[in-house]
């Protein structure tokens, strides 16, 4: 009799994503409008991508994807699935989850997959400098070709209370780290977005402390889960998803997945996260998933799993803590807000 152990970052059957969630979106919005994120009076929501069910009306997977017949990573997809992070059935749908996004670049709506349709992804050139053996820049291009392409699926927990499952493709960010070679003293990888406010109005906003940064620790960064996607359902990442480098930390809230990056920087000092300078007290650095600590404003006890009609219980580290929590040992979680 074959008994199937499932790991602990698989979703079950009853929490995977069915397609015809995402056909009803507007009802969707209205149940989770309570739980939307709002900055003061601004009203800014929160920086993570919100829920695809509710995606905009007419988007589909062909439209909606980036226009991968001009980008020259496209034979690279599909990348070979990695069976470690795989779950056993159908996730969420790919039409809805390229319409429905959070990109601050291009302003404040969900709806703005066409928006970022304008960012040119080619040329596209990173750069790993900071404390590093030999400061570097380097192609998009180039960098995949020295990359070991995977596919993966993870959860994604957003700091408003919903979830999904994703296919990312891409890479080990440990990968990338040992390509730096960074020197001994660096503690940080600090990660920051591209500036382009001629096709990115949102950036525009001068309100918004502009570029988008982020940040890991080296532990984190070099982490067995740590990812760098470039990819998305078998195809190159759409623009609105991140394209063409965007991290993917499945056991923190979505509000850390830097999209659209191009600069790593390794360094010693911890780097201010874009949302920690806006709302510190709501954002902080270290944003992993933790039922127990609320938002100063909502519960984080229980997540909407996109396809259910009800509530199910967040699981520490996002389901994940069996494999990240030693990362935060000797940490006092009293003097650092490690769970927001």
Known sequence: MLIRIR?????????????TVFLNRRR?????????????????????????AQAAAGGDSETASAAEGGDPSAKLYP??????????????????????????????????WQKAQALPVRPWTVTLDGMVEQPMEIGIDDLLAKMPLEERVYRHRCVEAWSMAVPYSGFAMKALVDLARPLSSAKYVKMTTFENPDVA??????????????????AEARH???????????????????APLR???????????????????????????????????????????NPEVPHPRWSQASERVLGLNEQVPTLLYNGYGEYVADLYKGIDPQQEALFM
């Open 7 to 19: 790991k602990g970052w698989e979703i079950p059957d009853s929490q995977a994503t069915p397609e």
């Open 201 to 218: 109005g949102g950036q525009r906003a001068a309100w918004y402390p502009w570029p988008y940064i982020e940040g890991l620790t080296m």
């Open 28 to 52: 969707l919005l209205k149940t989770a409008a309570a739980g939307s994120v709002m900055l003061g009076a601004g009203g800014l929501l929160a920086a993570c991508d919100d829920d695809p």
């Open 247 to 289: 991290l993917a930390v499945p056991w923190k809230y979505g509000f850390k997945h830097i999209k659209g990056i191009v600069r790593f920087e390794f360094t010693d000092q911890r780097p201010k996260s874009f949302w920690e300078a806006i709302q510190s007290s709501e954002y902080g650095f270290w944003a992993n998933v």
């Open 79 to 112: 990348a070979p699935r990695n069976e470690t992070y795989t779950l056993d059935r159908p996730i969420t749908d790919e039409g809805l989850a390229t319409t429905y996004n959070n990109y601050y670049e291009f302003g404040s709506s969900k709806n703005i």
């Open 224 to 242: 067995d889960l740590a990812f760098i996607a470039t990819g998305l359902y078998g195809k190159p990442i759409p623009k609105q998803n991140g």
